[in-house]
């Protein structure tokens, strides 16, 4: 594909993510916590996990699953760790995540939970969320998480679709082109 047809796939994702953007700053008016400056950037994660998953609506359902267990393998070792530090001192933390680590990779064996990564970059944002987002609760940044992770898989979904009849398309009209020089 030349170059002056190529440039198509760049500017629509700029403007997608142009309107990512726009959408972010609207809703960080609606979405906990109170006051929030927008989470976009999950948003944007999200819709590269979408193509680490493989490009398709199968890998981003798993994807959102994946940040869902985040979520819980994260509330889990907070609380665990809480739990621990008392008796454990130093160690509580570091006890409750080899605890939860443990079952967060055995998921590669369970289908719709194998997509392992996910799990990491859903437990990686909430983590964020919790030690640096003022105000944030467990149930405020799961909602905030998961909005803007749906946002960006299906930002994801968009770019696959029109990049592929995109591509369609530009073959389409390169065909009888190409046939031609073939005959001369």
């Known amino acids: 594909m030349k170059f002056s047809k190529f440039i198509i796939i760049p500017l629509f994702i700029a403007f997608q993510a142009f309107t990512m953007q726009a959408i972010d700053q609207v809703l960080s008016g609606y979405l906990p916590p109170a006051g929030n400056a927008g989470f976009g950037w999950i948003a944007f994660q999200a819709w590269a996990m979408y193509f680490l998953a493989g490009c398709n609506i199968k890998g981003g359902v798993k ?44 998921l590669e064996k369970v289908k719709w939970l194998d997509f392992v990564p996910s799990v990491f970059v859903g437990a990686g944002v909430f983590f964020g969320f919790m030690s640096y987002i003022k105000g944030a609760t467990f149930g405020g940044a799961a909602i905030s998480e998961l909005v803007y992770c749906l946002f960006g898989l299906v930002y994801g979904f968009i770019t696959v679709v029109f990049r592929g009849w995109y591509e369609g398309l530009v073959a389409k ?7 031609q020089q073939a005959e001369a």
């Open 63 to 106: 994807t959102f699953i994946g940040y869902i267990s985040g979520i819980v393998a994260s509330i889990a070792i907070m609380q665990l760790g809480a739990g621990l530090s008392g008796g454990l001192a130093f160690w509580g933390f570091p006890v409750a995540v080899f605890a939860i680590v443990v079952p967060v990779i055995c």
């Open 173 to 179: 009209q390169d065909a009888p082109r190409a046939v």
